[in-house]
């Protein structure tokens, strides 16, 4: 057995002491300092888990940040996607000329979102431009904690089970659907009773007095079920749920990748505060960025969703019946173009949000990640 030198012995002590640590350390391998050569892949994969209910808390608090800043835009966007509101809200610039004119049509649909903005400030008063924010609010908070909930709680036992607890874009995907389907069915009647409220003319015409009053005439008129009329379109709208969180996921892998090729394999706590907000912004800006390509591929099923949920006609019949009915309907009468409508409000509430959401939900989570 060859004997080992006193000065060899410190050497090696040397060497092993960033292998070793307390229980959390070596948990998270946040404080070894592995060779250039195996940081990247360590850091690729290794990844600090959050409990469960710190997801459900900072994903409601960053739903209820981004619902009461962007309800305005909320507002407009759903009584453009209705028909009720068509003759209201048209407006004599649209020309045929104009349409393939993308930025002089992106400019024009700006002003008029803030023009009907400031249309229902003068009709119906400060206060309406909040409609259905007590039940915005109410189905806000418990969709985005569910959401993030499901997600964050999915995508680790996902990844435990089928993946040797490694992450994946596939990984990413099934999770995402299965927060995006747990979440449209719980809160379906919250926004069945948004969208009614929302589109609930003020004066002579106003049907509902309140949250509680529209949920009242929805089951004496329409059943129980008639609450969870549109879940068909919200389930096709999962789809956008899905992208956005696919695509935020591998940005912020891209963010993450750079910041290990600048700064090396170091713990949050040794980067300085400016680089750390600045990262937080580009995680931000990632999220509202990829809602606002998942929402572009995914919108029309944001219209036949609205008029799935709007109130019977008159004569207590239907015109909006079910999922293909409705997309038939909408472009045999409206044409087409009509799937866009309430785009413009919908990405100026939307992209802000989610950058809100986000960014409040990466918030509160540090902050409770060592509660």
């Not at 004997?3 to 307390?22: D, F, H, M, N, T």
Request: net charge positive; charged share 20%.
């Amino acid at each position: 057995m060859v004997k080992k030198s006193l000065e060899q012995i410190q050497q090696e002590a040397r060497e092993s002491v960033p292998y070793l640590g307390s229980d959390e350390d070596a948990s998270n391998l946040k404080n070894a300092n592995f060779p250039p050569e195996r940081a990247s892949s360590i850091a690729a994969s290794a990844q600090p888990e959050v409990k469960p209910w710190v997801h459900f808390v900072a994903g409601g608090a960053g739903g209820m940040a981004g619902a009461i800043v962007t309800c305005p835009f909320d507002v407009v966007k759903t009584r453009l996607q209705s028909d009720v509101f068509q003759n209201v809200y048209k407006f004599t610039s649209v020309s045929p000329n104009n349409s393939s004119n993308f930025i002089a049509s992106g400019a024009r649909h700006f002003r008029e979102t803030f023009g009907i903005i400031s249309n229902v400030y003068r009709q119906e008063g400060f206060r309406s431009l909040f409609k259905g924010l007590g039940p915005n609010l109410v189905g806000v908070i418990p969709a985005r904690s569910i959401n993030f909930f499901t997600y964050g709680t999915t995508k680790q036992i996902y990844s435990r089970a089928f993946n040797n607890g490694e992450e994946a874009p596939w990984i990413h995907l099934i999770s995402a659907a299965t927060a995006g389907w747990a979440t449209s069915t719980a809160t379906n009647p919250i926004w069945l009773i948004k969208t009614r409220l929302q589109l609930d003319k003020a004066g002579q015409t106003k049907q509902y007095k309140g949250s509680w009053d529209c949920l009242r005439h929805i089951l004496q008129r329409e059943g129980f079920f008639g609450l969870y009329k549109g879940l068909s379109a919200s389930y096709l709208g999962s789809v956008e749920g899905i992208l956005q969180w696919l695509l935020y996921e591998q940005m912020k892998q891209v963010i993450k990748m750079r910041s290990i090729e600048k700064f090396g394999h170091i713990s949050e706590g040794e980067k300085s505060k400016s680089e750390k907000i600045k990262e937080w912004c580009q995680r931000s800006g990632s999220a509202g960025l990829a809602k606002f390509m998942a929402s572009i591929v995914t919108y029309p099923h944001e219209v036949v969703r609205t008029r799935l949920r709007q109130a019977p006609l008159e004569d207590g019949k239907l015109k909006y019946t079910g999922l293909l009915q409705s997309f038939r309907v909408i472009i045999k009468e409206e044409g087409l173009v009509s799937m866009y409508s309430g785009l413009t409000p919908h990405l100026l509430r939307t992209v802000p949000n989610s950058i809100i959401m986000f960014g409040t939900w990466e918030l509160i989570i540090k902050l409770l990640s060592n509660v």
